[in-house]
């Protein structure tokens, strides 16, 4: 699991460490949560590794996170930042002895270098010479708000979820504008492009068109924060399910989620990823726990058997990262496990009470 370094290792399908292969920034952040969840919960060991991970990430503080241990600086970018603030503020909960210094330094690195305050948004990429990118995203955004709300729950600072709900107030009004599908990409001055990446419809972090799983994922966090939020935030969090339900559900024989689709709803990408299935689990535990409508809970067995039966490895462990169209998994698929973050958080999610974030939850 964990590195000579103290980051976390890159694992094959199989469940082998795979040698050479670095694991990006964010995964060892994103790992360092979990476990500091995993030890608030009382799993006998884990604080101890998220203490490892959490020193690992802590020693980054005086000169940014890298987006990868290895290899050249690629300057810092808005991702892995939002991941490096939830990790410290869940590392914060377990009482991790570097982690508030950590938040504190993140914060300042988003303050100073990503936050935009004439938008109420962040920046995507700085490069190395310290100069903005001139691309504007939502996934990046979407984490960062989850981190923020996390961060305003540790240190009590309203501000900080302020800026996460003006995130999604954003999103809400960008996605009523397109029949509550999300236009991820946009201009330097914020303005959508809604044609970015036509022809790399398989992109793994920035996918022409609307990603199915981050409509989930945006409702539930939405779902989560809208005591908090603006009047009618719980209905645009129930319309932004019910769309990304309608058109990423593929029923029939072979059930399960296309990745992307374009404005009308069509599939453009039919990759089936574990991490849109973990989503949309989730998304549907919190409606159904906030609105009591059976119709959630009937979703949410109906796609937790598609899980447990295309997904769950119970021969390896953990998850498959992609089955094909008959939800089977094996070459010429992703050939690594996913990190945890996902599939941890969908397992998690329902067993806990609705808050602003986990941390808080567990």
């Not at 990409?185 to 022809?199: A, C, I, T, V």
């Amino acid at each position: 699991m964990v590195t000579a370094r103290g980051d976390v290792a890159a694992w094959s399908r199989a469940g082998d460490v795979l040698p050479g292969v670095d694991s990006p920034t964010f995964n060892t952040a994103r790992a360092a949560h979990v476990y500091a969840l995993a030890a608030a919960r009382g799993e006998p060991g884990a604080g101890a590794t998220a203490f490892v991970l959490l020193d690992y990430l802590a020693a980054f503080t005086p000169s940014g996170w890298p987006t990868s241990p290895a290899g050249p600086a690629k300057g810092q970018e808005l991702y892995t930042l939002a991941f490096v603030i939830l990790a410290a503020s869940s590392g914060s909960t377990i009482g991790h002895p570097g982690s508030p210094a950590m938040l504190s330094m993140a914060l300042a690195r988003l303050e100073q270098q990503f936050w935009e305050p004439a938008h109420g948004l962040a920046a995507d990429r700085i490069d190395p010479a310290g100069r903005t990118d001139s691309y504007r995203g939502l996934n990046g955004n979407m984490h960062l708000a989850e981190a923020l709300f996390a961060a305003a729950d540790v240190t009590g600072d309203d501000l900080l979820r302020a800026r996460a709900l003006g995130i999604c107030s954003f999103v809400i009004r960008q996605a009523g504008q397109r029949n509550w599908r999300i236009c991820e990409h946009y201009s330097e001055d914020w303005q959508p492009l809604p044609q970015h990446n036509l022809h790399e419809p398989h992109h793994t972090f920035k996918p022409f068109g609307a990603t199915i799983g981050h409509g989930f994922e945006w409702a539930r966090l939405m779902a989560q924060s809208a005591r908090f939020g603006a009047e009618g935030q719980l209905e645009a969090a129930t319309a932004l399910f019910d769309r990304a339900a309608a058109d990423g559900w593929q029923s029939g024989k072979y059930p399960g989620f296309c990745y992307t689709t374009d404005w009308k709803g069509r599939p453009v990408s039919s990759r089936r990823l574990h991490w849109v299935a973990a989503e949309a689990l989730a998304c549907a535990a919190v409606l159904y726990r906030l609105t009591g409508e059976r119709r959630f809970a009937a979703r949410y067995g109906e796609w937790f058997h598609h899980v447990e039966a295309a997904f769950v490895d119970l021969d390896s462990g953990s998850w498959h990262h992609e089955v094909d169209m008959e939800n089977q998994a094996g070459a010429p698929l992703a050939t690594d496990k996913p990190d945890l973050y996902h599939a941890y958080q969908a397992v998690l999610i329902p067993q806990m009470p609705v808050r602003t974030s986990l941390a808080a939850a567990v």
